[in-house]
């Protein structure tokens, strides 16, 4: 039982529903919402997957009682417009739903405030920003997609406590413990891409896959493997490479006119993309990638491209798997960054989040904006 309108409560509840979408939810955005009344809630819902219903329909369908002048709690603001399911406005106005809470207004511009106006001129009170950054971590890359037009990017990496991520002959594995490695899995299992470079695919030669079960992922259905995005400007990868063999698709990145070789990759599970600027434009491959309504990029890849994203300022965030070991100096540093000449000039990072993964440390850290 519930205290009458204990909003925070009610919401967090959306919130736990809206993470069953974690690793099904890839293009659209993870929503929860449960429905309250007489101290209660009542029914709960939430979008499972692109096509299914949205949060708001699944819990009005799932509802024990009446819904009528109750409240819904939503994680994000319902839309008003009609795409591949009806406008979620509408349903909540027929069934008669008094009171509608929010825990975050939807940047689409097809939705953005006009959701909430439309509850209003018809009858709802409705209330916004309860758990809005619980809300918004959710779906950090949907809302960095709708507003800039880019995925958010996470670099991933396994490193010593002096900064290594293998030794100078190349070998990581493994740094880190089976429990680390395990997270990692859970990493790419909610990521809708999954990016490297070239010279990793050629060194070791990675699937790039989720290789986690469906029980262990907590679904009913074995889970989509993210895109594999390789960058390779000259367009360097065999046709062998396991990352184009894998289950899943791929697309690799390259400024090679190379017809022969473009066409002895292309194929039903794997496309490739020809830019013009050499180097690869990074800031374009980004570009590309959310024009492909790709809101999430786990990056995987050596120092060389993960110090050019840096430098560039196309990385939103660094998950560390730090290993209580020490490598040495000839080990193979994380990021290769232009030399600084001034302590000022350094890149700085927030610290987010310390946690103890087995023997190991994950830290979460955002780049300083300058």
Not at 88 to 100: D, F, H, M, S, W
Not at 246 to 266: F, I, N
Request: aromatic fraction near 2%; glycine fraction near 8%; charge should be neutral.
């Amino acid at each position: 039982m519930l205290p009458a309108l204990n909003d925070h409560a009610c919401m967090a509840e959306a919130v736990r529903q809206a993470e069953k979408g974690l690793f099904t939810v890839r293009k659209n955005p993870r929503v929860g919402c449960v429905i309250a009344r007489d101290h209660s809630i009542i029914a709960r819902g939430y979008h499972a997957r692109a096509g299914g219903p949205h949060a708001e329909i699944h819990a009005l369908e799932n509802a024990s009682g009446s819904v009528d002048r109750a409240t819904a709690y939503v994680t994000l603001e319902p839309c008003p417009h009609e795409g591949k399911t009806p406008p979620c406005t509408e349903a909540l106005v027929a069934a008669k739903i008094a009171r509608v809470v929010v825990a975050v207004q939807d940047p689409n511009p097809l939705v953005n405030g006009r959701g909430l106006a439309y509850l209003q001129q018809n009858g709802i009170e409705t209330r916004c920003d309860v758990l809005q950054k619980e809300a918004h971590e959710l779906n950090k890359g949907f809302f960095k997609r709708m507003k800039t037009g880019r995925p958010y990017v996470t670099v991933k990496s396994a490193i010593s406590l002096d900064g290594k991520t293998a030794l100078a002959s190349g070998e990581s594995q493994w740094i880190t413990g089976e429990s680390a490695r395990l997270d990692v899995q859970r990493l790419r299992a909610r990521s809708c891409a999954i990016l490297t470079g070239a010279g990793t695919v050629q060194a070791d030669d990675p699937q790039l896959t989720v290789r986690l079960s469906s029980e262990a992922l907590g679904l009913s259905q074995t889970p989509e493997q993210p895109l594999r995005v390789v960058l390779d400007t000259d367009l360097r990868i065999s046709v062998s490479a396991r990352v184009l063999q894998a289950p899943g698709r791929t697309l690799v990145y390259t400024c090679s006119q190379d017809a022969k070789k473009v066409a002895a990759l292309q194929g039903e599970r794997v496309e490739v993309v020809t830019l013009e600027q050499r180097p690869l434009d990074l800031a374009e491959v980004m570009r590309d990638l959310g024009s492909r309504e790709i809101n999430e990029v786990l990056v995987e890849a050596g120092a060389t491209l993960v110090g050019s994203l840096l430098e560039q300022g196309l990385v939103d965030e660094m998950v560390l798997y730090i290993a209580p070991h020490l490598i040495g100096a000839s080990g193979r540093g994380l990021a290769e960054l232009s030399p600084f000449s001034n302590m000022q000039e350094r890149l700085g990072m927030q610290v987010e989040e310390v946690t103890a993964i087995g023997d190991d440390i994950k830290l979460r850290a955002l780049p300083v904006q300058g």
